[in-house]
């Protein structure tokens, strides 16, 4: 029989292959696989519905993530999707494996992050499942939101000549874990040295505790401007744009010098001799909004102070492409994240 | 700092315990934490959410499990919950963990039956999550459905004297299971010998390939029968009735020679020298329908070939008791399954 590697394929390729046989059924499923989230139309208005799977080991280390905070990143990793669709939340639901090394008072912590962020963004826990795992912590939350008829922004919106705009700013999570790994490797090796991350915390929150960005999809409806297309970061900006312009079959320039790093997150990067754009483009984890408008919007969301006007979108012909500080021309390419290598 | 071991409060002592300091928000959440599913009233009709999560070595084992049943089962499961809240299901999410020994091929199998599953059951599969796991399969599904407004039925609307009615028949799948654990036991001391199921195709069939009893909720509804209170069967008769005797503060009469037992359940019963009532008592996994009803309902459920009146509902202080063939009274005490034991 047929043996084809799942990493030959790529985590992007494997989306593709496995939903390759899927049709929709149901005349009320107008987004499905293959954007932030889908969105369902339910009498009339629109449920926006999302998923994702954390694991530990591999997409958190227990010896440097505190469980309140593992619970809180949890709930917003999910949440800044049903935002990107420019969606409000609404509900979650927490499906947990854990394995009996945990206490209940650890699965209090895990949850007390939960509901703070809950809390914080005005949604709901409705549901979820609590089961024994054998090794490691896992967990699945989904999310559920709902939008305005038609008001839904997915990724395949993008049109020729379009702003590329983006939220706060990039690569400090991609270097608050890698400072957080490099301490982890110091404390394994010498357990009395402990670590001081007090003046990186910027940084160290960036990955520890990411917030999505309510504000700025409140900021957009209260201005009326609509994206016409609209991702979160999780996987870096490269990644991110590719998704945008092959969704909307559009290329597109972006500007080095425009892109939002942090100082903290240009030294840190200095530190560990890495370039901060690299960083940046593909890093990933920012949870910040990426999106298109058209240049009729460009003095208002230019005069908002977190967000960046970054490049523009072309003719796909014209390929994705980065512009250098030096104004040289480079492809851009999805480095990103093969969870499979 | 204080160390409570899960396994001493129990799975569901767990999730009352982390679910003590939910808060409710939004108004349109209708159902939260406690039952099949959530129930949101999402702009004045009714969204029904369920969330599963199947852990390889704690839900299934891949050596007798193919993994198209596998997918088929992993969404039976969960629209079972959307059918237990009177409702339809329109929509599901799949995000699963997979370790490098899987193959393409392997997941394309498993996604198969998962839809096999969508296109029997009318549901479409709306996004989800892929990722690497480092021990073991993850697969966590979440199902959404709606319902006329006010048509759903929670596990709290039992009342004194309605009766107690289940579809199908209950401890085939844990026979089917008990029978492919000891087939696999043979396998693994003596290879040569290739176990032969056809004779017992009924019990394996209910383990490995569940159906949800959509059949019975749409005969209820043509009917014109709203059941009082319901509950799918996924850990056994006596730890759903009790589920349904605590949330609707009630107690009940359940006649051990009413309840439905398949022939061949029986057998094999026999045959592992187990008794077929504390079989279909404990057993779990039926994924049958418990529901209760007004007694006005009594002629025409009688009439349906597929369903039983096995008791009725008492009052609270009676307690949940068994009235054995014999006519001698039991309690009734979820002996079922506590996964973290």
Redesign the interface.
Known sequence: ?????????G?FG??D???S??E???A??L???GDD??V?D????Q?V?????L?????FDLMYTPLKHLGYKSVAVNLSDIYAMNATP??I??????T?R????A??EF??GV?AA??KY???????????????F?I?I?A?G?VNTDQFVTRSGARKSDLICVSGNLGAAYLGLQLLEREKKIFLESPSVQPDLQQKSYIVGRILKPEPRADIVDWLHENSIMPTSMIDISDGLSSELLHICKQSKVGCVLYEDKIPVHDETKEMSLEFNLDPTSCALSGGEDYELLFTISQTDYERVAHHKDLSVIGYITDWEEGAVLESRQGKKHLLTAQGWN??R
């Open positions: 029989m047929e043996r084809t590697e799942i990493a030959d394929i985590e494997l989306i292959h496995l939903a046989p899927n929709t059924k149901n009320g499923t987004v499905s696989i989230a889908a369902i339910h009498f009339g208005k449920t519905v999302s998923t994702d799977m694991l530990e080991g591999v997409h609404t509900h639901t927490v499906a947990i494996g854990v009996n945990f206490s209940v008072e699965l209090d949850y007390e509901y809950c809390e005005n949604v709901d826990l409705v549901g979820g499942d609590t089961c024994t795992s054998l090794k490691g896992v699945s989904t559920i709902e969870a499979f």
